[in-house]
C-alpha cells in the first residue's frame, strides 16, 4: 500500500503494487488538499428555549426572547506557530451577516426581536482558505 502525508495533504492507497526486482515502478499521484477544519452548531439544538435557556428536548428548535449562538471546531490539530487552524467564524441569519468572533467557542448573542422561521448559518475559515459550515432551522419569536 502507499500512504503519504505531509502538511495538509494526504493520500492512502490500499492497493498492492508489485514492480519486478530492482526495477522502479512509477505511479501518477494527485494530491488532494487535506481539509482540516470543521465547525458546528453547539446551541441552539432541537429543544425549546426560553431567553437563552433550554427548557425541554423538542422535534425542532424554538426559540422565545434572545438567545447565545455557539459554534465550536472539532479541530485537534495545530497550525502554523502553534495556532488553531479556525482563525475565525461568521454567524449569519437568512443568509445576512450579522457577527464576526475570532476565538473558539465563536458566540454571537442573537437579541433582535423577530417572529418566523429562520435560517442560522456559520462558517468557519481557515488558515489555508479553507471553510466549513453548518446551519440549521429555527423558529424564534421575540
Do not use: C
Amino acid at each position: 500500500y502507499i500512504d503519504l502525508r505531509e502538511y495538509d495533504y494526504n493520500y492512502y492507497d490500499p492497493y498492492r503494487h508489485d514492480a519486478l526486482p530492482g526495477e522502479p515502478l512509477w505511479m501518477n499521484i494527485s494530491l488532494q488538499q487535506y481539509s482540516s477544519i470543521s465547525v458546528d452548531i453547539a446551541k441552539p439544538l432541537r429543544a425549546l428555549y426560553l431567553n437563552n435557556q433550554r427548557i425541554i428536548p423538542w422535534s425542532s428548535t424554538q426559540i422565545i426572547g434572545p438567545i447565545e449562538i455557539e459554534a465550536t471546531s472539532a479541530d485537534i490539530f495545530y497550525g502554523p506557530g502553534g495556532q488553531w487552524q479556525v482563525q475565525k467564524g461568521e454567524f449569519y441569519i437568512d443568509g445576512a451577516l450579522k457577527a464576526t468572533a475570532t476565538t473558539e467557542p465563536y458566540l454571537w448573542n442573537w437579541t433582535a426581536k423577530t417572529s418566523g422561521k429562520h435560517t442560522i448559518k456559520v462558517i468557519a475559515y481557515g488558515f489555508h482558505n479553507d471553510t466549513a459550515s453548518k446551519e440549521i432551522e429555527v423558529t424564534k419569536l421575540l
